[in-house]
């Protein structure tokens, strides 16, 4: 099993949908967690953090599950802009290390 | 302007011609990471360097090599590549301070390599 499982998509959702992706992960000792942003050919770019059980900025969630290991991100109002892979990354361990999942593909319809 | 610069940013070459890929942040990082993107796999770490002469190994090690001989450059090595090492490549930098402060990555826009 991977550290860090992500459902790859694609999510196909109209603009001004509400749209959920969740990210599991199965190193109980992680951290921390990141959201990342990567549009097609580009490289990644940080969206969000999330240190506790939560942060929220403008129409963006992410929420964390400690108990149930998971960790998810709320796209409110969709736009077509938010069309992209959306990579969930945990960061601690006994390694220290960041673990990247594979992506969730996000296309915004008008 | 902050950023992370990797070079080239597209390469086609042949099996086993030495080739380097430089990668340098302007941030003041101890950080820096190499990763591959390959489809339907992800970003996989190939190595990391926590300081200046520092590196590690990450989950794809087999085939390069690095250095940090200082802070601001980290360039990956393919001593021989194979067709097998085509990938897009993306150099990372992060400032260690602050909890988890080493998982907020500024990446580089990437290098794409074709080895025949």
């Known amino acids: 099993r991977k550290e860090v499982e992500q459902d790859p998509g694609p999510f196909n959702v109209p603009e001004g949908a509400t749209v959920a992706f969740n990210c599991t992960y199965s190193?109980?000792?992680?951290?921390?967690f990141f959201w990342y942003r990567q549009d097609c050919r580009k490289e990644p770019k940080l969206l969000m953090s999330?240190?506790?059980s939560g942060n929220e900025d403008g129409r963006f969630t992410a929420q964390l599950n400690r108990a149930s290991q998971y960790i998810s991100l709320l796209i409110r109002d969709s736009k077509l802009s938010d069309s992209a892979t959306y990579l969930c990354?945990?960061?601690?361990?006994?390694?220290?290390?960041?673990?990247f999942g594979t992506g969730t593909l996000l296309a915004v319809q008008p | 302007e902050a950023q992370v610069t990797q070079n080239p940013r597209y390469l086609i070459t042949v099996t086993g011609k030495k080739l380097t890929v430089t990668c340098s942040q302007n941030?003041?990082?101890?950080?820096m990471s190499w990763y591959r993107q390959d489809p339907g796999l992800g970003l996989r770490q190939i190595y990391y360097?926590?300081?200046?002469?520092?590196?590690d190994k990450g989950d794809v090690p087999e085939g390069y090599k690095v250095s940090r001989k200082e802070k601001r450059n980290f360039p990956l090595i393919l001593e021989s590549p194979s067709p097998n090492q085509t990938s897009l490549y993306f150099c990372?930098?992060?400032?260690?301070?602050?909890?988890?402060?080493?998982?907020?990555?500024?990446f580089g826009e990437g290098s794409r390599l074709t080895v025949l």
């Open positions: 999330v240190y506790s």
């Open positions: 990372a930098s992060s400032s260690l301070s602050g909890q988890g402060k080493a998982g907020e990555l500024f």
């Open positions: 190193n109980s000792a992680s951290q921390s």
């Open positions: 990354v945990g960061y601690g361990g006994a390694t220290n290390k960041l673990i």
């Open positions: 360097s926590m300081n200046v002469e520092v590196t």
């Open positions: 941030m003041n990082h101890e950080y």
